[in-house]
């Protein structure tokens, strides 16, 4: 998969989805128990154990190679910013060394990730943004 194809992918299913993929303590997975995934999860085969993974995209990526599409390795940056806008909700405060991310709505997170990794963010190919991220 190209880099804007991964990004269109999950701007899709993020606006689509229109919540995090969470604990009901809030904390984000990959694949939540009422069937929500997160930005990385949506582009993992649903059955796979590395849904399973606890942590980052690198972590993921280690514990279970076999199971992640190869074009994972490719693509880790925009993979990592992809899944820090499934992570923050809307008006979180901002953390200092991440700050270009953090903050803003998804939509304006996601806008700046297709600028930072050279993508498109292409509005009228995507569903409306979810109101508020939470």
């Known amino acids: 998969m190209k ?3 991964i990004f269109d992918t999950v701007v899709t299913h993020l606006y689509t989805q229109g919540r995090r993929a969470i604990t009901e ?40 190679p076999g199971d992640v599409p190869e074009w994972f390795a490719e693509n880790p ?3 990592r910013a992809l899944q820090l806008q499934h992570d923050t909700r809307d008006g979180a405060a901002v ?3 991440e700050n270009n991310y953090l903050g803003r709505t998804l939509e304006a997170g996601l806008r700046i990730v297709a600028d930072d990794c050279g993508l498109v ?8 943004a979810p109101k508020d991220w939470k």
Do not use: F, I
């Not at 942590?55 to 280690?62: E, F, K, N, P, R």
């Open 77 to 79: 940056d925009l993979l």
């Open 121 to 128: 963010y292409r509005a009228e190919h995507y569903p409306p």
């Open 25 to 64: 303590g809030g904390d984000c997975l990959y694949l939540a128990p009422d069937g929500r995934r997160c930005a990385v999860g949506a582009l993992l085969d649903p059955d796979s154990p590395a849904c399973s993974v606890v942590g980052g995209v690198a972590d993921l990526t280690a514990a279970h």
């Open 3 to 5: 880099p804007q194809d």
């Open 95 to 97: 953390r200092a060394n």
